[in-house]
Nanobody
Framework: VQLQASGGGSVQARESLRLTCVAS???????????VGWYRQAPGKQRELVGM???????DYLGSVTGRFTISRVNGRKTLYLQMNSLQPEDTAVYSC?????????WGQGTLVTVSS
């Protein structure tokens, strides 16, 4: 199983980015039945959960991104997204996707998001 994340980059404050994570080597039913989400780790800080979406479609977000970030999934494509609007310098971090199956959690390699003021 591999999780391929993409979509990071360097933007100015208040701009937007959309991150994409595609799961390969995972059967569709496993992906569909798993909770998936995005974490981030800023330099010198601990990793934190940015947002997650359950197999049933329930979402949860880090407080500081609520209202600005939206997580979504397309099970048929084994893909999850993170739409990030109104980005702020404090959102600068490496963003990683994860898929939590019944037996194991898989992680993507991370994509760097840099926001300048």
């Amino acid at each position: 199983v591999q999780l391929q994340a993409s979509g990071g980059g360097s933007v100015q404050a208040r701009e937007s980015l959309r991150l994409t994570c595609v799961a390969s080597g995972m059967i569709l039913s496993t992906f569909s039945g798993s909770d998936v989400g995005w974490y981030r780790q800023a330099p010198g800080k601990q990793r934190e959960l940015v947002g997650m979406i359950t197999s049933g479609g329930k979402t949860d977000y880090l407080g500081s991104v609520t209202g600005r970030f939206t997580i979504s999934r397309v099970n048929g494509r084994k893909t999850l997204y993170l739409q990030m609007n109104s980005l702020q310098p404090e959102d600068t971090a490496v963003y990683s996707c994860h898929v939590k199956t019944l037996y194991q959690t898989y992680w993507g390699q991370g994509t760097l998001v840099t926001v300048s003021s």
